[in-house]
């Protein structure tokens, strides 16, 4: 029969978690099988130990011969203590192995798709997804294995019981149905709880992320309840959730303990009229008492799905990130060249609203060219397209000849280097942040970018200088910023990618910074998205970007004569450009 599309898509997304917990599971390795072997080691010997435990009681009562049984009885409880204790050890093991993978390859996903992903999730939502829920998922192997641990004393127990006395199995098997119907009713109720709660906790801790980021701005603007109001007001959602799964296991488990005390009294009641008649023996009276317990293991199943139901819940929220659509790398190398640039019809679409419409642009190779447009004229778009941080919904972007979808991720980015406003610093120390790069420069190099970026002076002022750990090192907005240039520097390939770098240093260092660009980079192609006047009057073109399209590409000098070119640096005069002055990388500043 044909699903309907809103029956459909459920079961697409159920099949592609449990393709993805079927991968996860077998990351455990090895630790996985001693799960397996412990499970079977504890079954085993929680099915025969009644039986033992029953013919010990035969051999006090009649002929005497209880020491035997007693000391098999012996070796099965230290069987059980070590069975239980290698599960425990396994399963951890299992678990870590099967999270760390998971995390591995949902982080190394969401990194690969870029600034722009086709379903965008936060910050707080995404570390929630990859650090809580692959938790979650992770657990799924030793969950199976539990199960299957049920299953086998559950029917194991059944059989026991029927190999006693038939009557007894069928004491117990009068009960099952509705054993069967608590589990599967918990299962369907707890899958769909299980998913709204998740959904719920990542919103909140997508909003507490944001609050956390933005707390200068909520201390600036007195806003602190308001912001604490507005990031917890799911709670009370993720409470009814919550609630709500509370409310099922209690059902459950009372629905359980009810049950089972109703099967054991049946069953025991069923043995106590068969000893009475003689058919079976007080050891096997005490027996089948434990086989009940032991078939009604079948209700640990409820526990067990609520764990399986937590992962694949778990696993569908990282689906959602693993079926972006990374960007995808050709294994192309560049040909030589300086970093000719090249956009041929490139539009990028936001909401299905063109940000950049069919530009088309060369710059240089070997120029030196300012980005200049107002707010949301598609500044930062232009400047991630020539790197690929983004790609084009049309068109294409070139690099010295040859289509940046070609060109292998690494040589890419070895060829095209990066200066953000607000750039994230990464590694232990202050040196390994400035080296942070697929290829780390030597420590020389490090220095002459530092110098270059004017970050030297404040880090040797440092306690420990390049080697103080970044964590004690606090920096200003500006010396920030200067870092990220001083990384800049230090990985500069054909071509440099300025954007908005300006935004927190002074005005002498800008100055420095644009004569470093004109001086030792003079030889890179350059694009800088610049706001001054002061630093867009030294470029050797202006790009002015307006509404998403190039609306002149000329000295900063002659579209000076536009009102509107003027309009975008305000109150600023009119700069002749700047007499290039050659500074070379490591010298003072």
């Not at 294995?145 to 299953?151: K, N, Q």
């Not at 004491?171 to 369907?188: D, E, K, M």
């Not at 200068?216 to 007001?233: C, G, K, M, N, Y």
């Not at 919550?242 to 049950?259: H, K, P, S, Y």
């Amino acid at each position: 029969m044909r699903l309907r599309k809103h029956e459909a898509a459920p079961r697409r997304a159920y099949r592609a978690a449990d393709r993805l917990l079927w991968q996860t599971g077998r990351q455990g390795g090895a630790w996985v099988i001693v799960v397996a072997l412990a499970a079977v080691v504890t079954s085993g010997g929680a099915l025969a130990f009644p039986a033992v435990l029953g013919h010990a009681v035969d051999g006090i009562v009649s002929d005497g011969t209880a020491g035997r049984w007693l000391a098999w009885a012996a070796v099965l409880v230290v069987a059980l203590v070590i069975g239980s204790a290698l599960d425990v050890l396994a399963s951890g093991a299992a678990i870590a192995r099967s999270t760390a993978w998971l995390r591995r390859t949902v982080l190394r996903h969401a990194l690969a798709l870029g600034t722009r992903p086709a379903t965008p999730l936060g910050p707080g939502e995404t570390a929630t997804r990859i650090v809580a829920n692959a938790s979650e998922a992770g657990r799924v192997a030793p969950a199976i294995v539990g199960a299957g641990s049920s299953l086998i004393m559950g029917l194991g127990g059944t059989v026991a019981l029927a190999l006693i006395d038939p009557l007894l199995c069928a004491a117990f098997l009068a009960g099952l149905p509705v054993l069967l119907l608590i589990v599967r009713t918990f299962a369907r109720d707890a899958s769909a709880l299980t998913t709204r709660y998740l959904t719920t906790q990542g919103r909140i801790a997508e909003r507490l992320a944001g609050a956390i980021s933005g707390a200068r701005t909520i201390a600036a603007a007195r806003t602190l309840q308001r912001e604490v109001d507005r990031s917890l007001a799911p709670l009370p959602e993720l409470r009814r959730h919550g609630m709500g799964l509370w409310q099922v296991n209690m059902r459950v488990t009372t629905q359980d303990a009810l049950l089972v005390v109703m099967l054991e009294i049946a069953v025991i009641g069923v043995a106590g009229v068969l000893l009475a008649r003689g058919q079976i023996s007080a050891g096997e009276m005490l027996a089948a008492a434990q086989y009940v317990l032991l078939a009604s293991s079948l209700n640990a199943l409820t526990g067990v799905v609520a764990r399986i139901m937590t992962a694949r819940a778990a696993a569908q929220r990282l689906v959602e990130i693993l079926e972006q659509a990374p960007m995808p790398y050709a294994g192309g190398r560049l040909p030589a060249g300086r970093g000719r640039l090249e956009l041929r019809g490139v539009t990028v679409r936001s909401s299905g609203k063109p940000v950049l419409d069919g530009v088309d642009l060369v710059v240089p190779a070997g120029a030196l060219v300012a980005v200049v447009g107002s707010s949301g004229s598609g500044k930062s778009l232009l400047a991630a397209l020539v790197g690929r941080l983004v790609d084009p919904d049309e068109g294409e972007v070139l690099l010295d000849g040859t289509p940046l979808r070609e060109i292998d991720r690494h040589e890419l980015r070895r060829a095209i280097g990066y200066g953000f406003a607000r750039p994230a610093l990464f590694g232990e120390t202050v040196g390994e942040a400035i080296a942070f790069g697929h290829d780390a420069p030597p420590g020389e190099q490090l220095e002459e970018a530092a110098r270059a970026a004017r970050a030297d002076d404040f880090i040797r002022l440092l306690p420990e200088g390049y080697a103080t750990p970044l964590a004690q090192a606090p920096m200003s907005g500006g010396e920030t910023q200067r870092m990220g240039l001083a990384r800049t520097f230090a990985h500069a390939g054909r071509v440099l990618v300025l954007d908005d770098v300006a935004a927190s240093l002074d005005t002498v260092t800008e100055h420095h910074i644009s004569r470093v660009l004109t001086g030792a980079l003079g030889d890179r192609t350059r694009l800088v998205v610049g706001h001054r006047a002061s630093t867009v009057a030294r470029m050797d073109a202006v790009i002015w970007l307006d509404s998403g399209r190039v609306r002149a590409m000329a000295p900063h000098h002659e579209l000076w004569q536009n009102p509107d070119y003027r309009v975008l640096f305000e109150a600023d005069e009119p700069t002749a450009p700047a007499t290039p002055t050659v500074v070379p990388i490591g010298a003072g500043g």
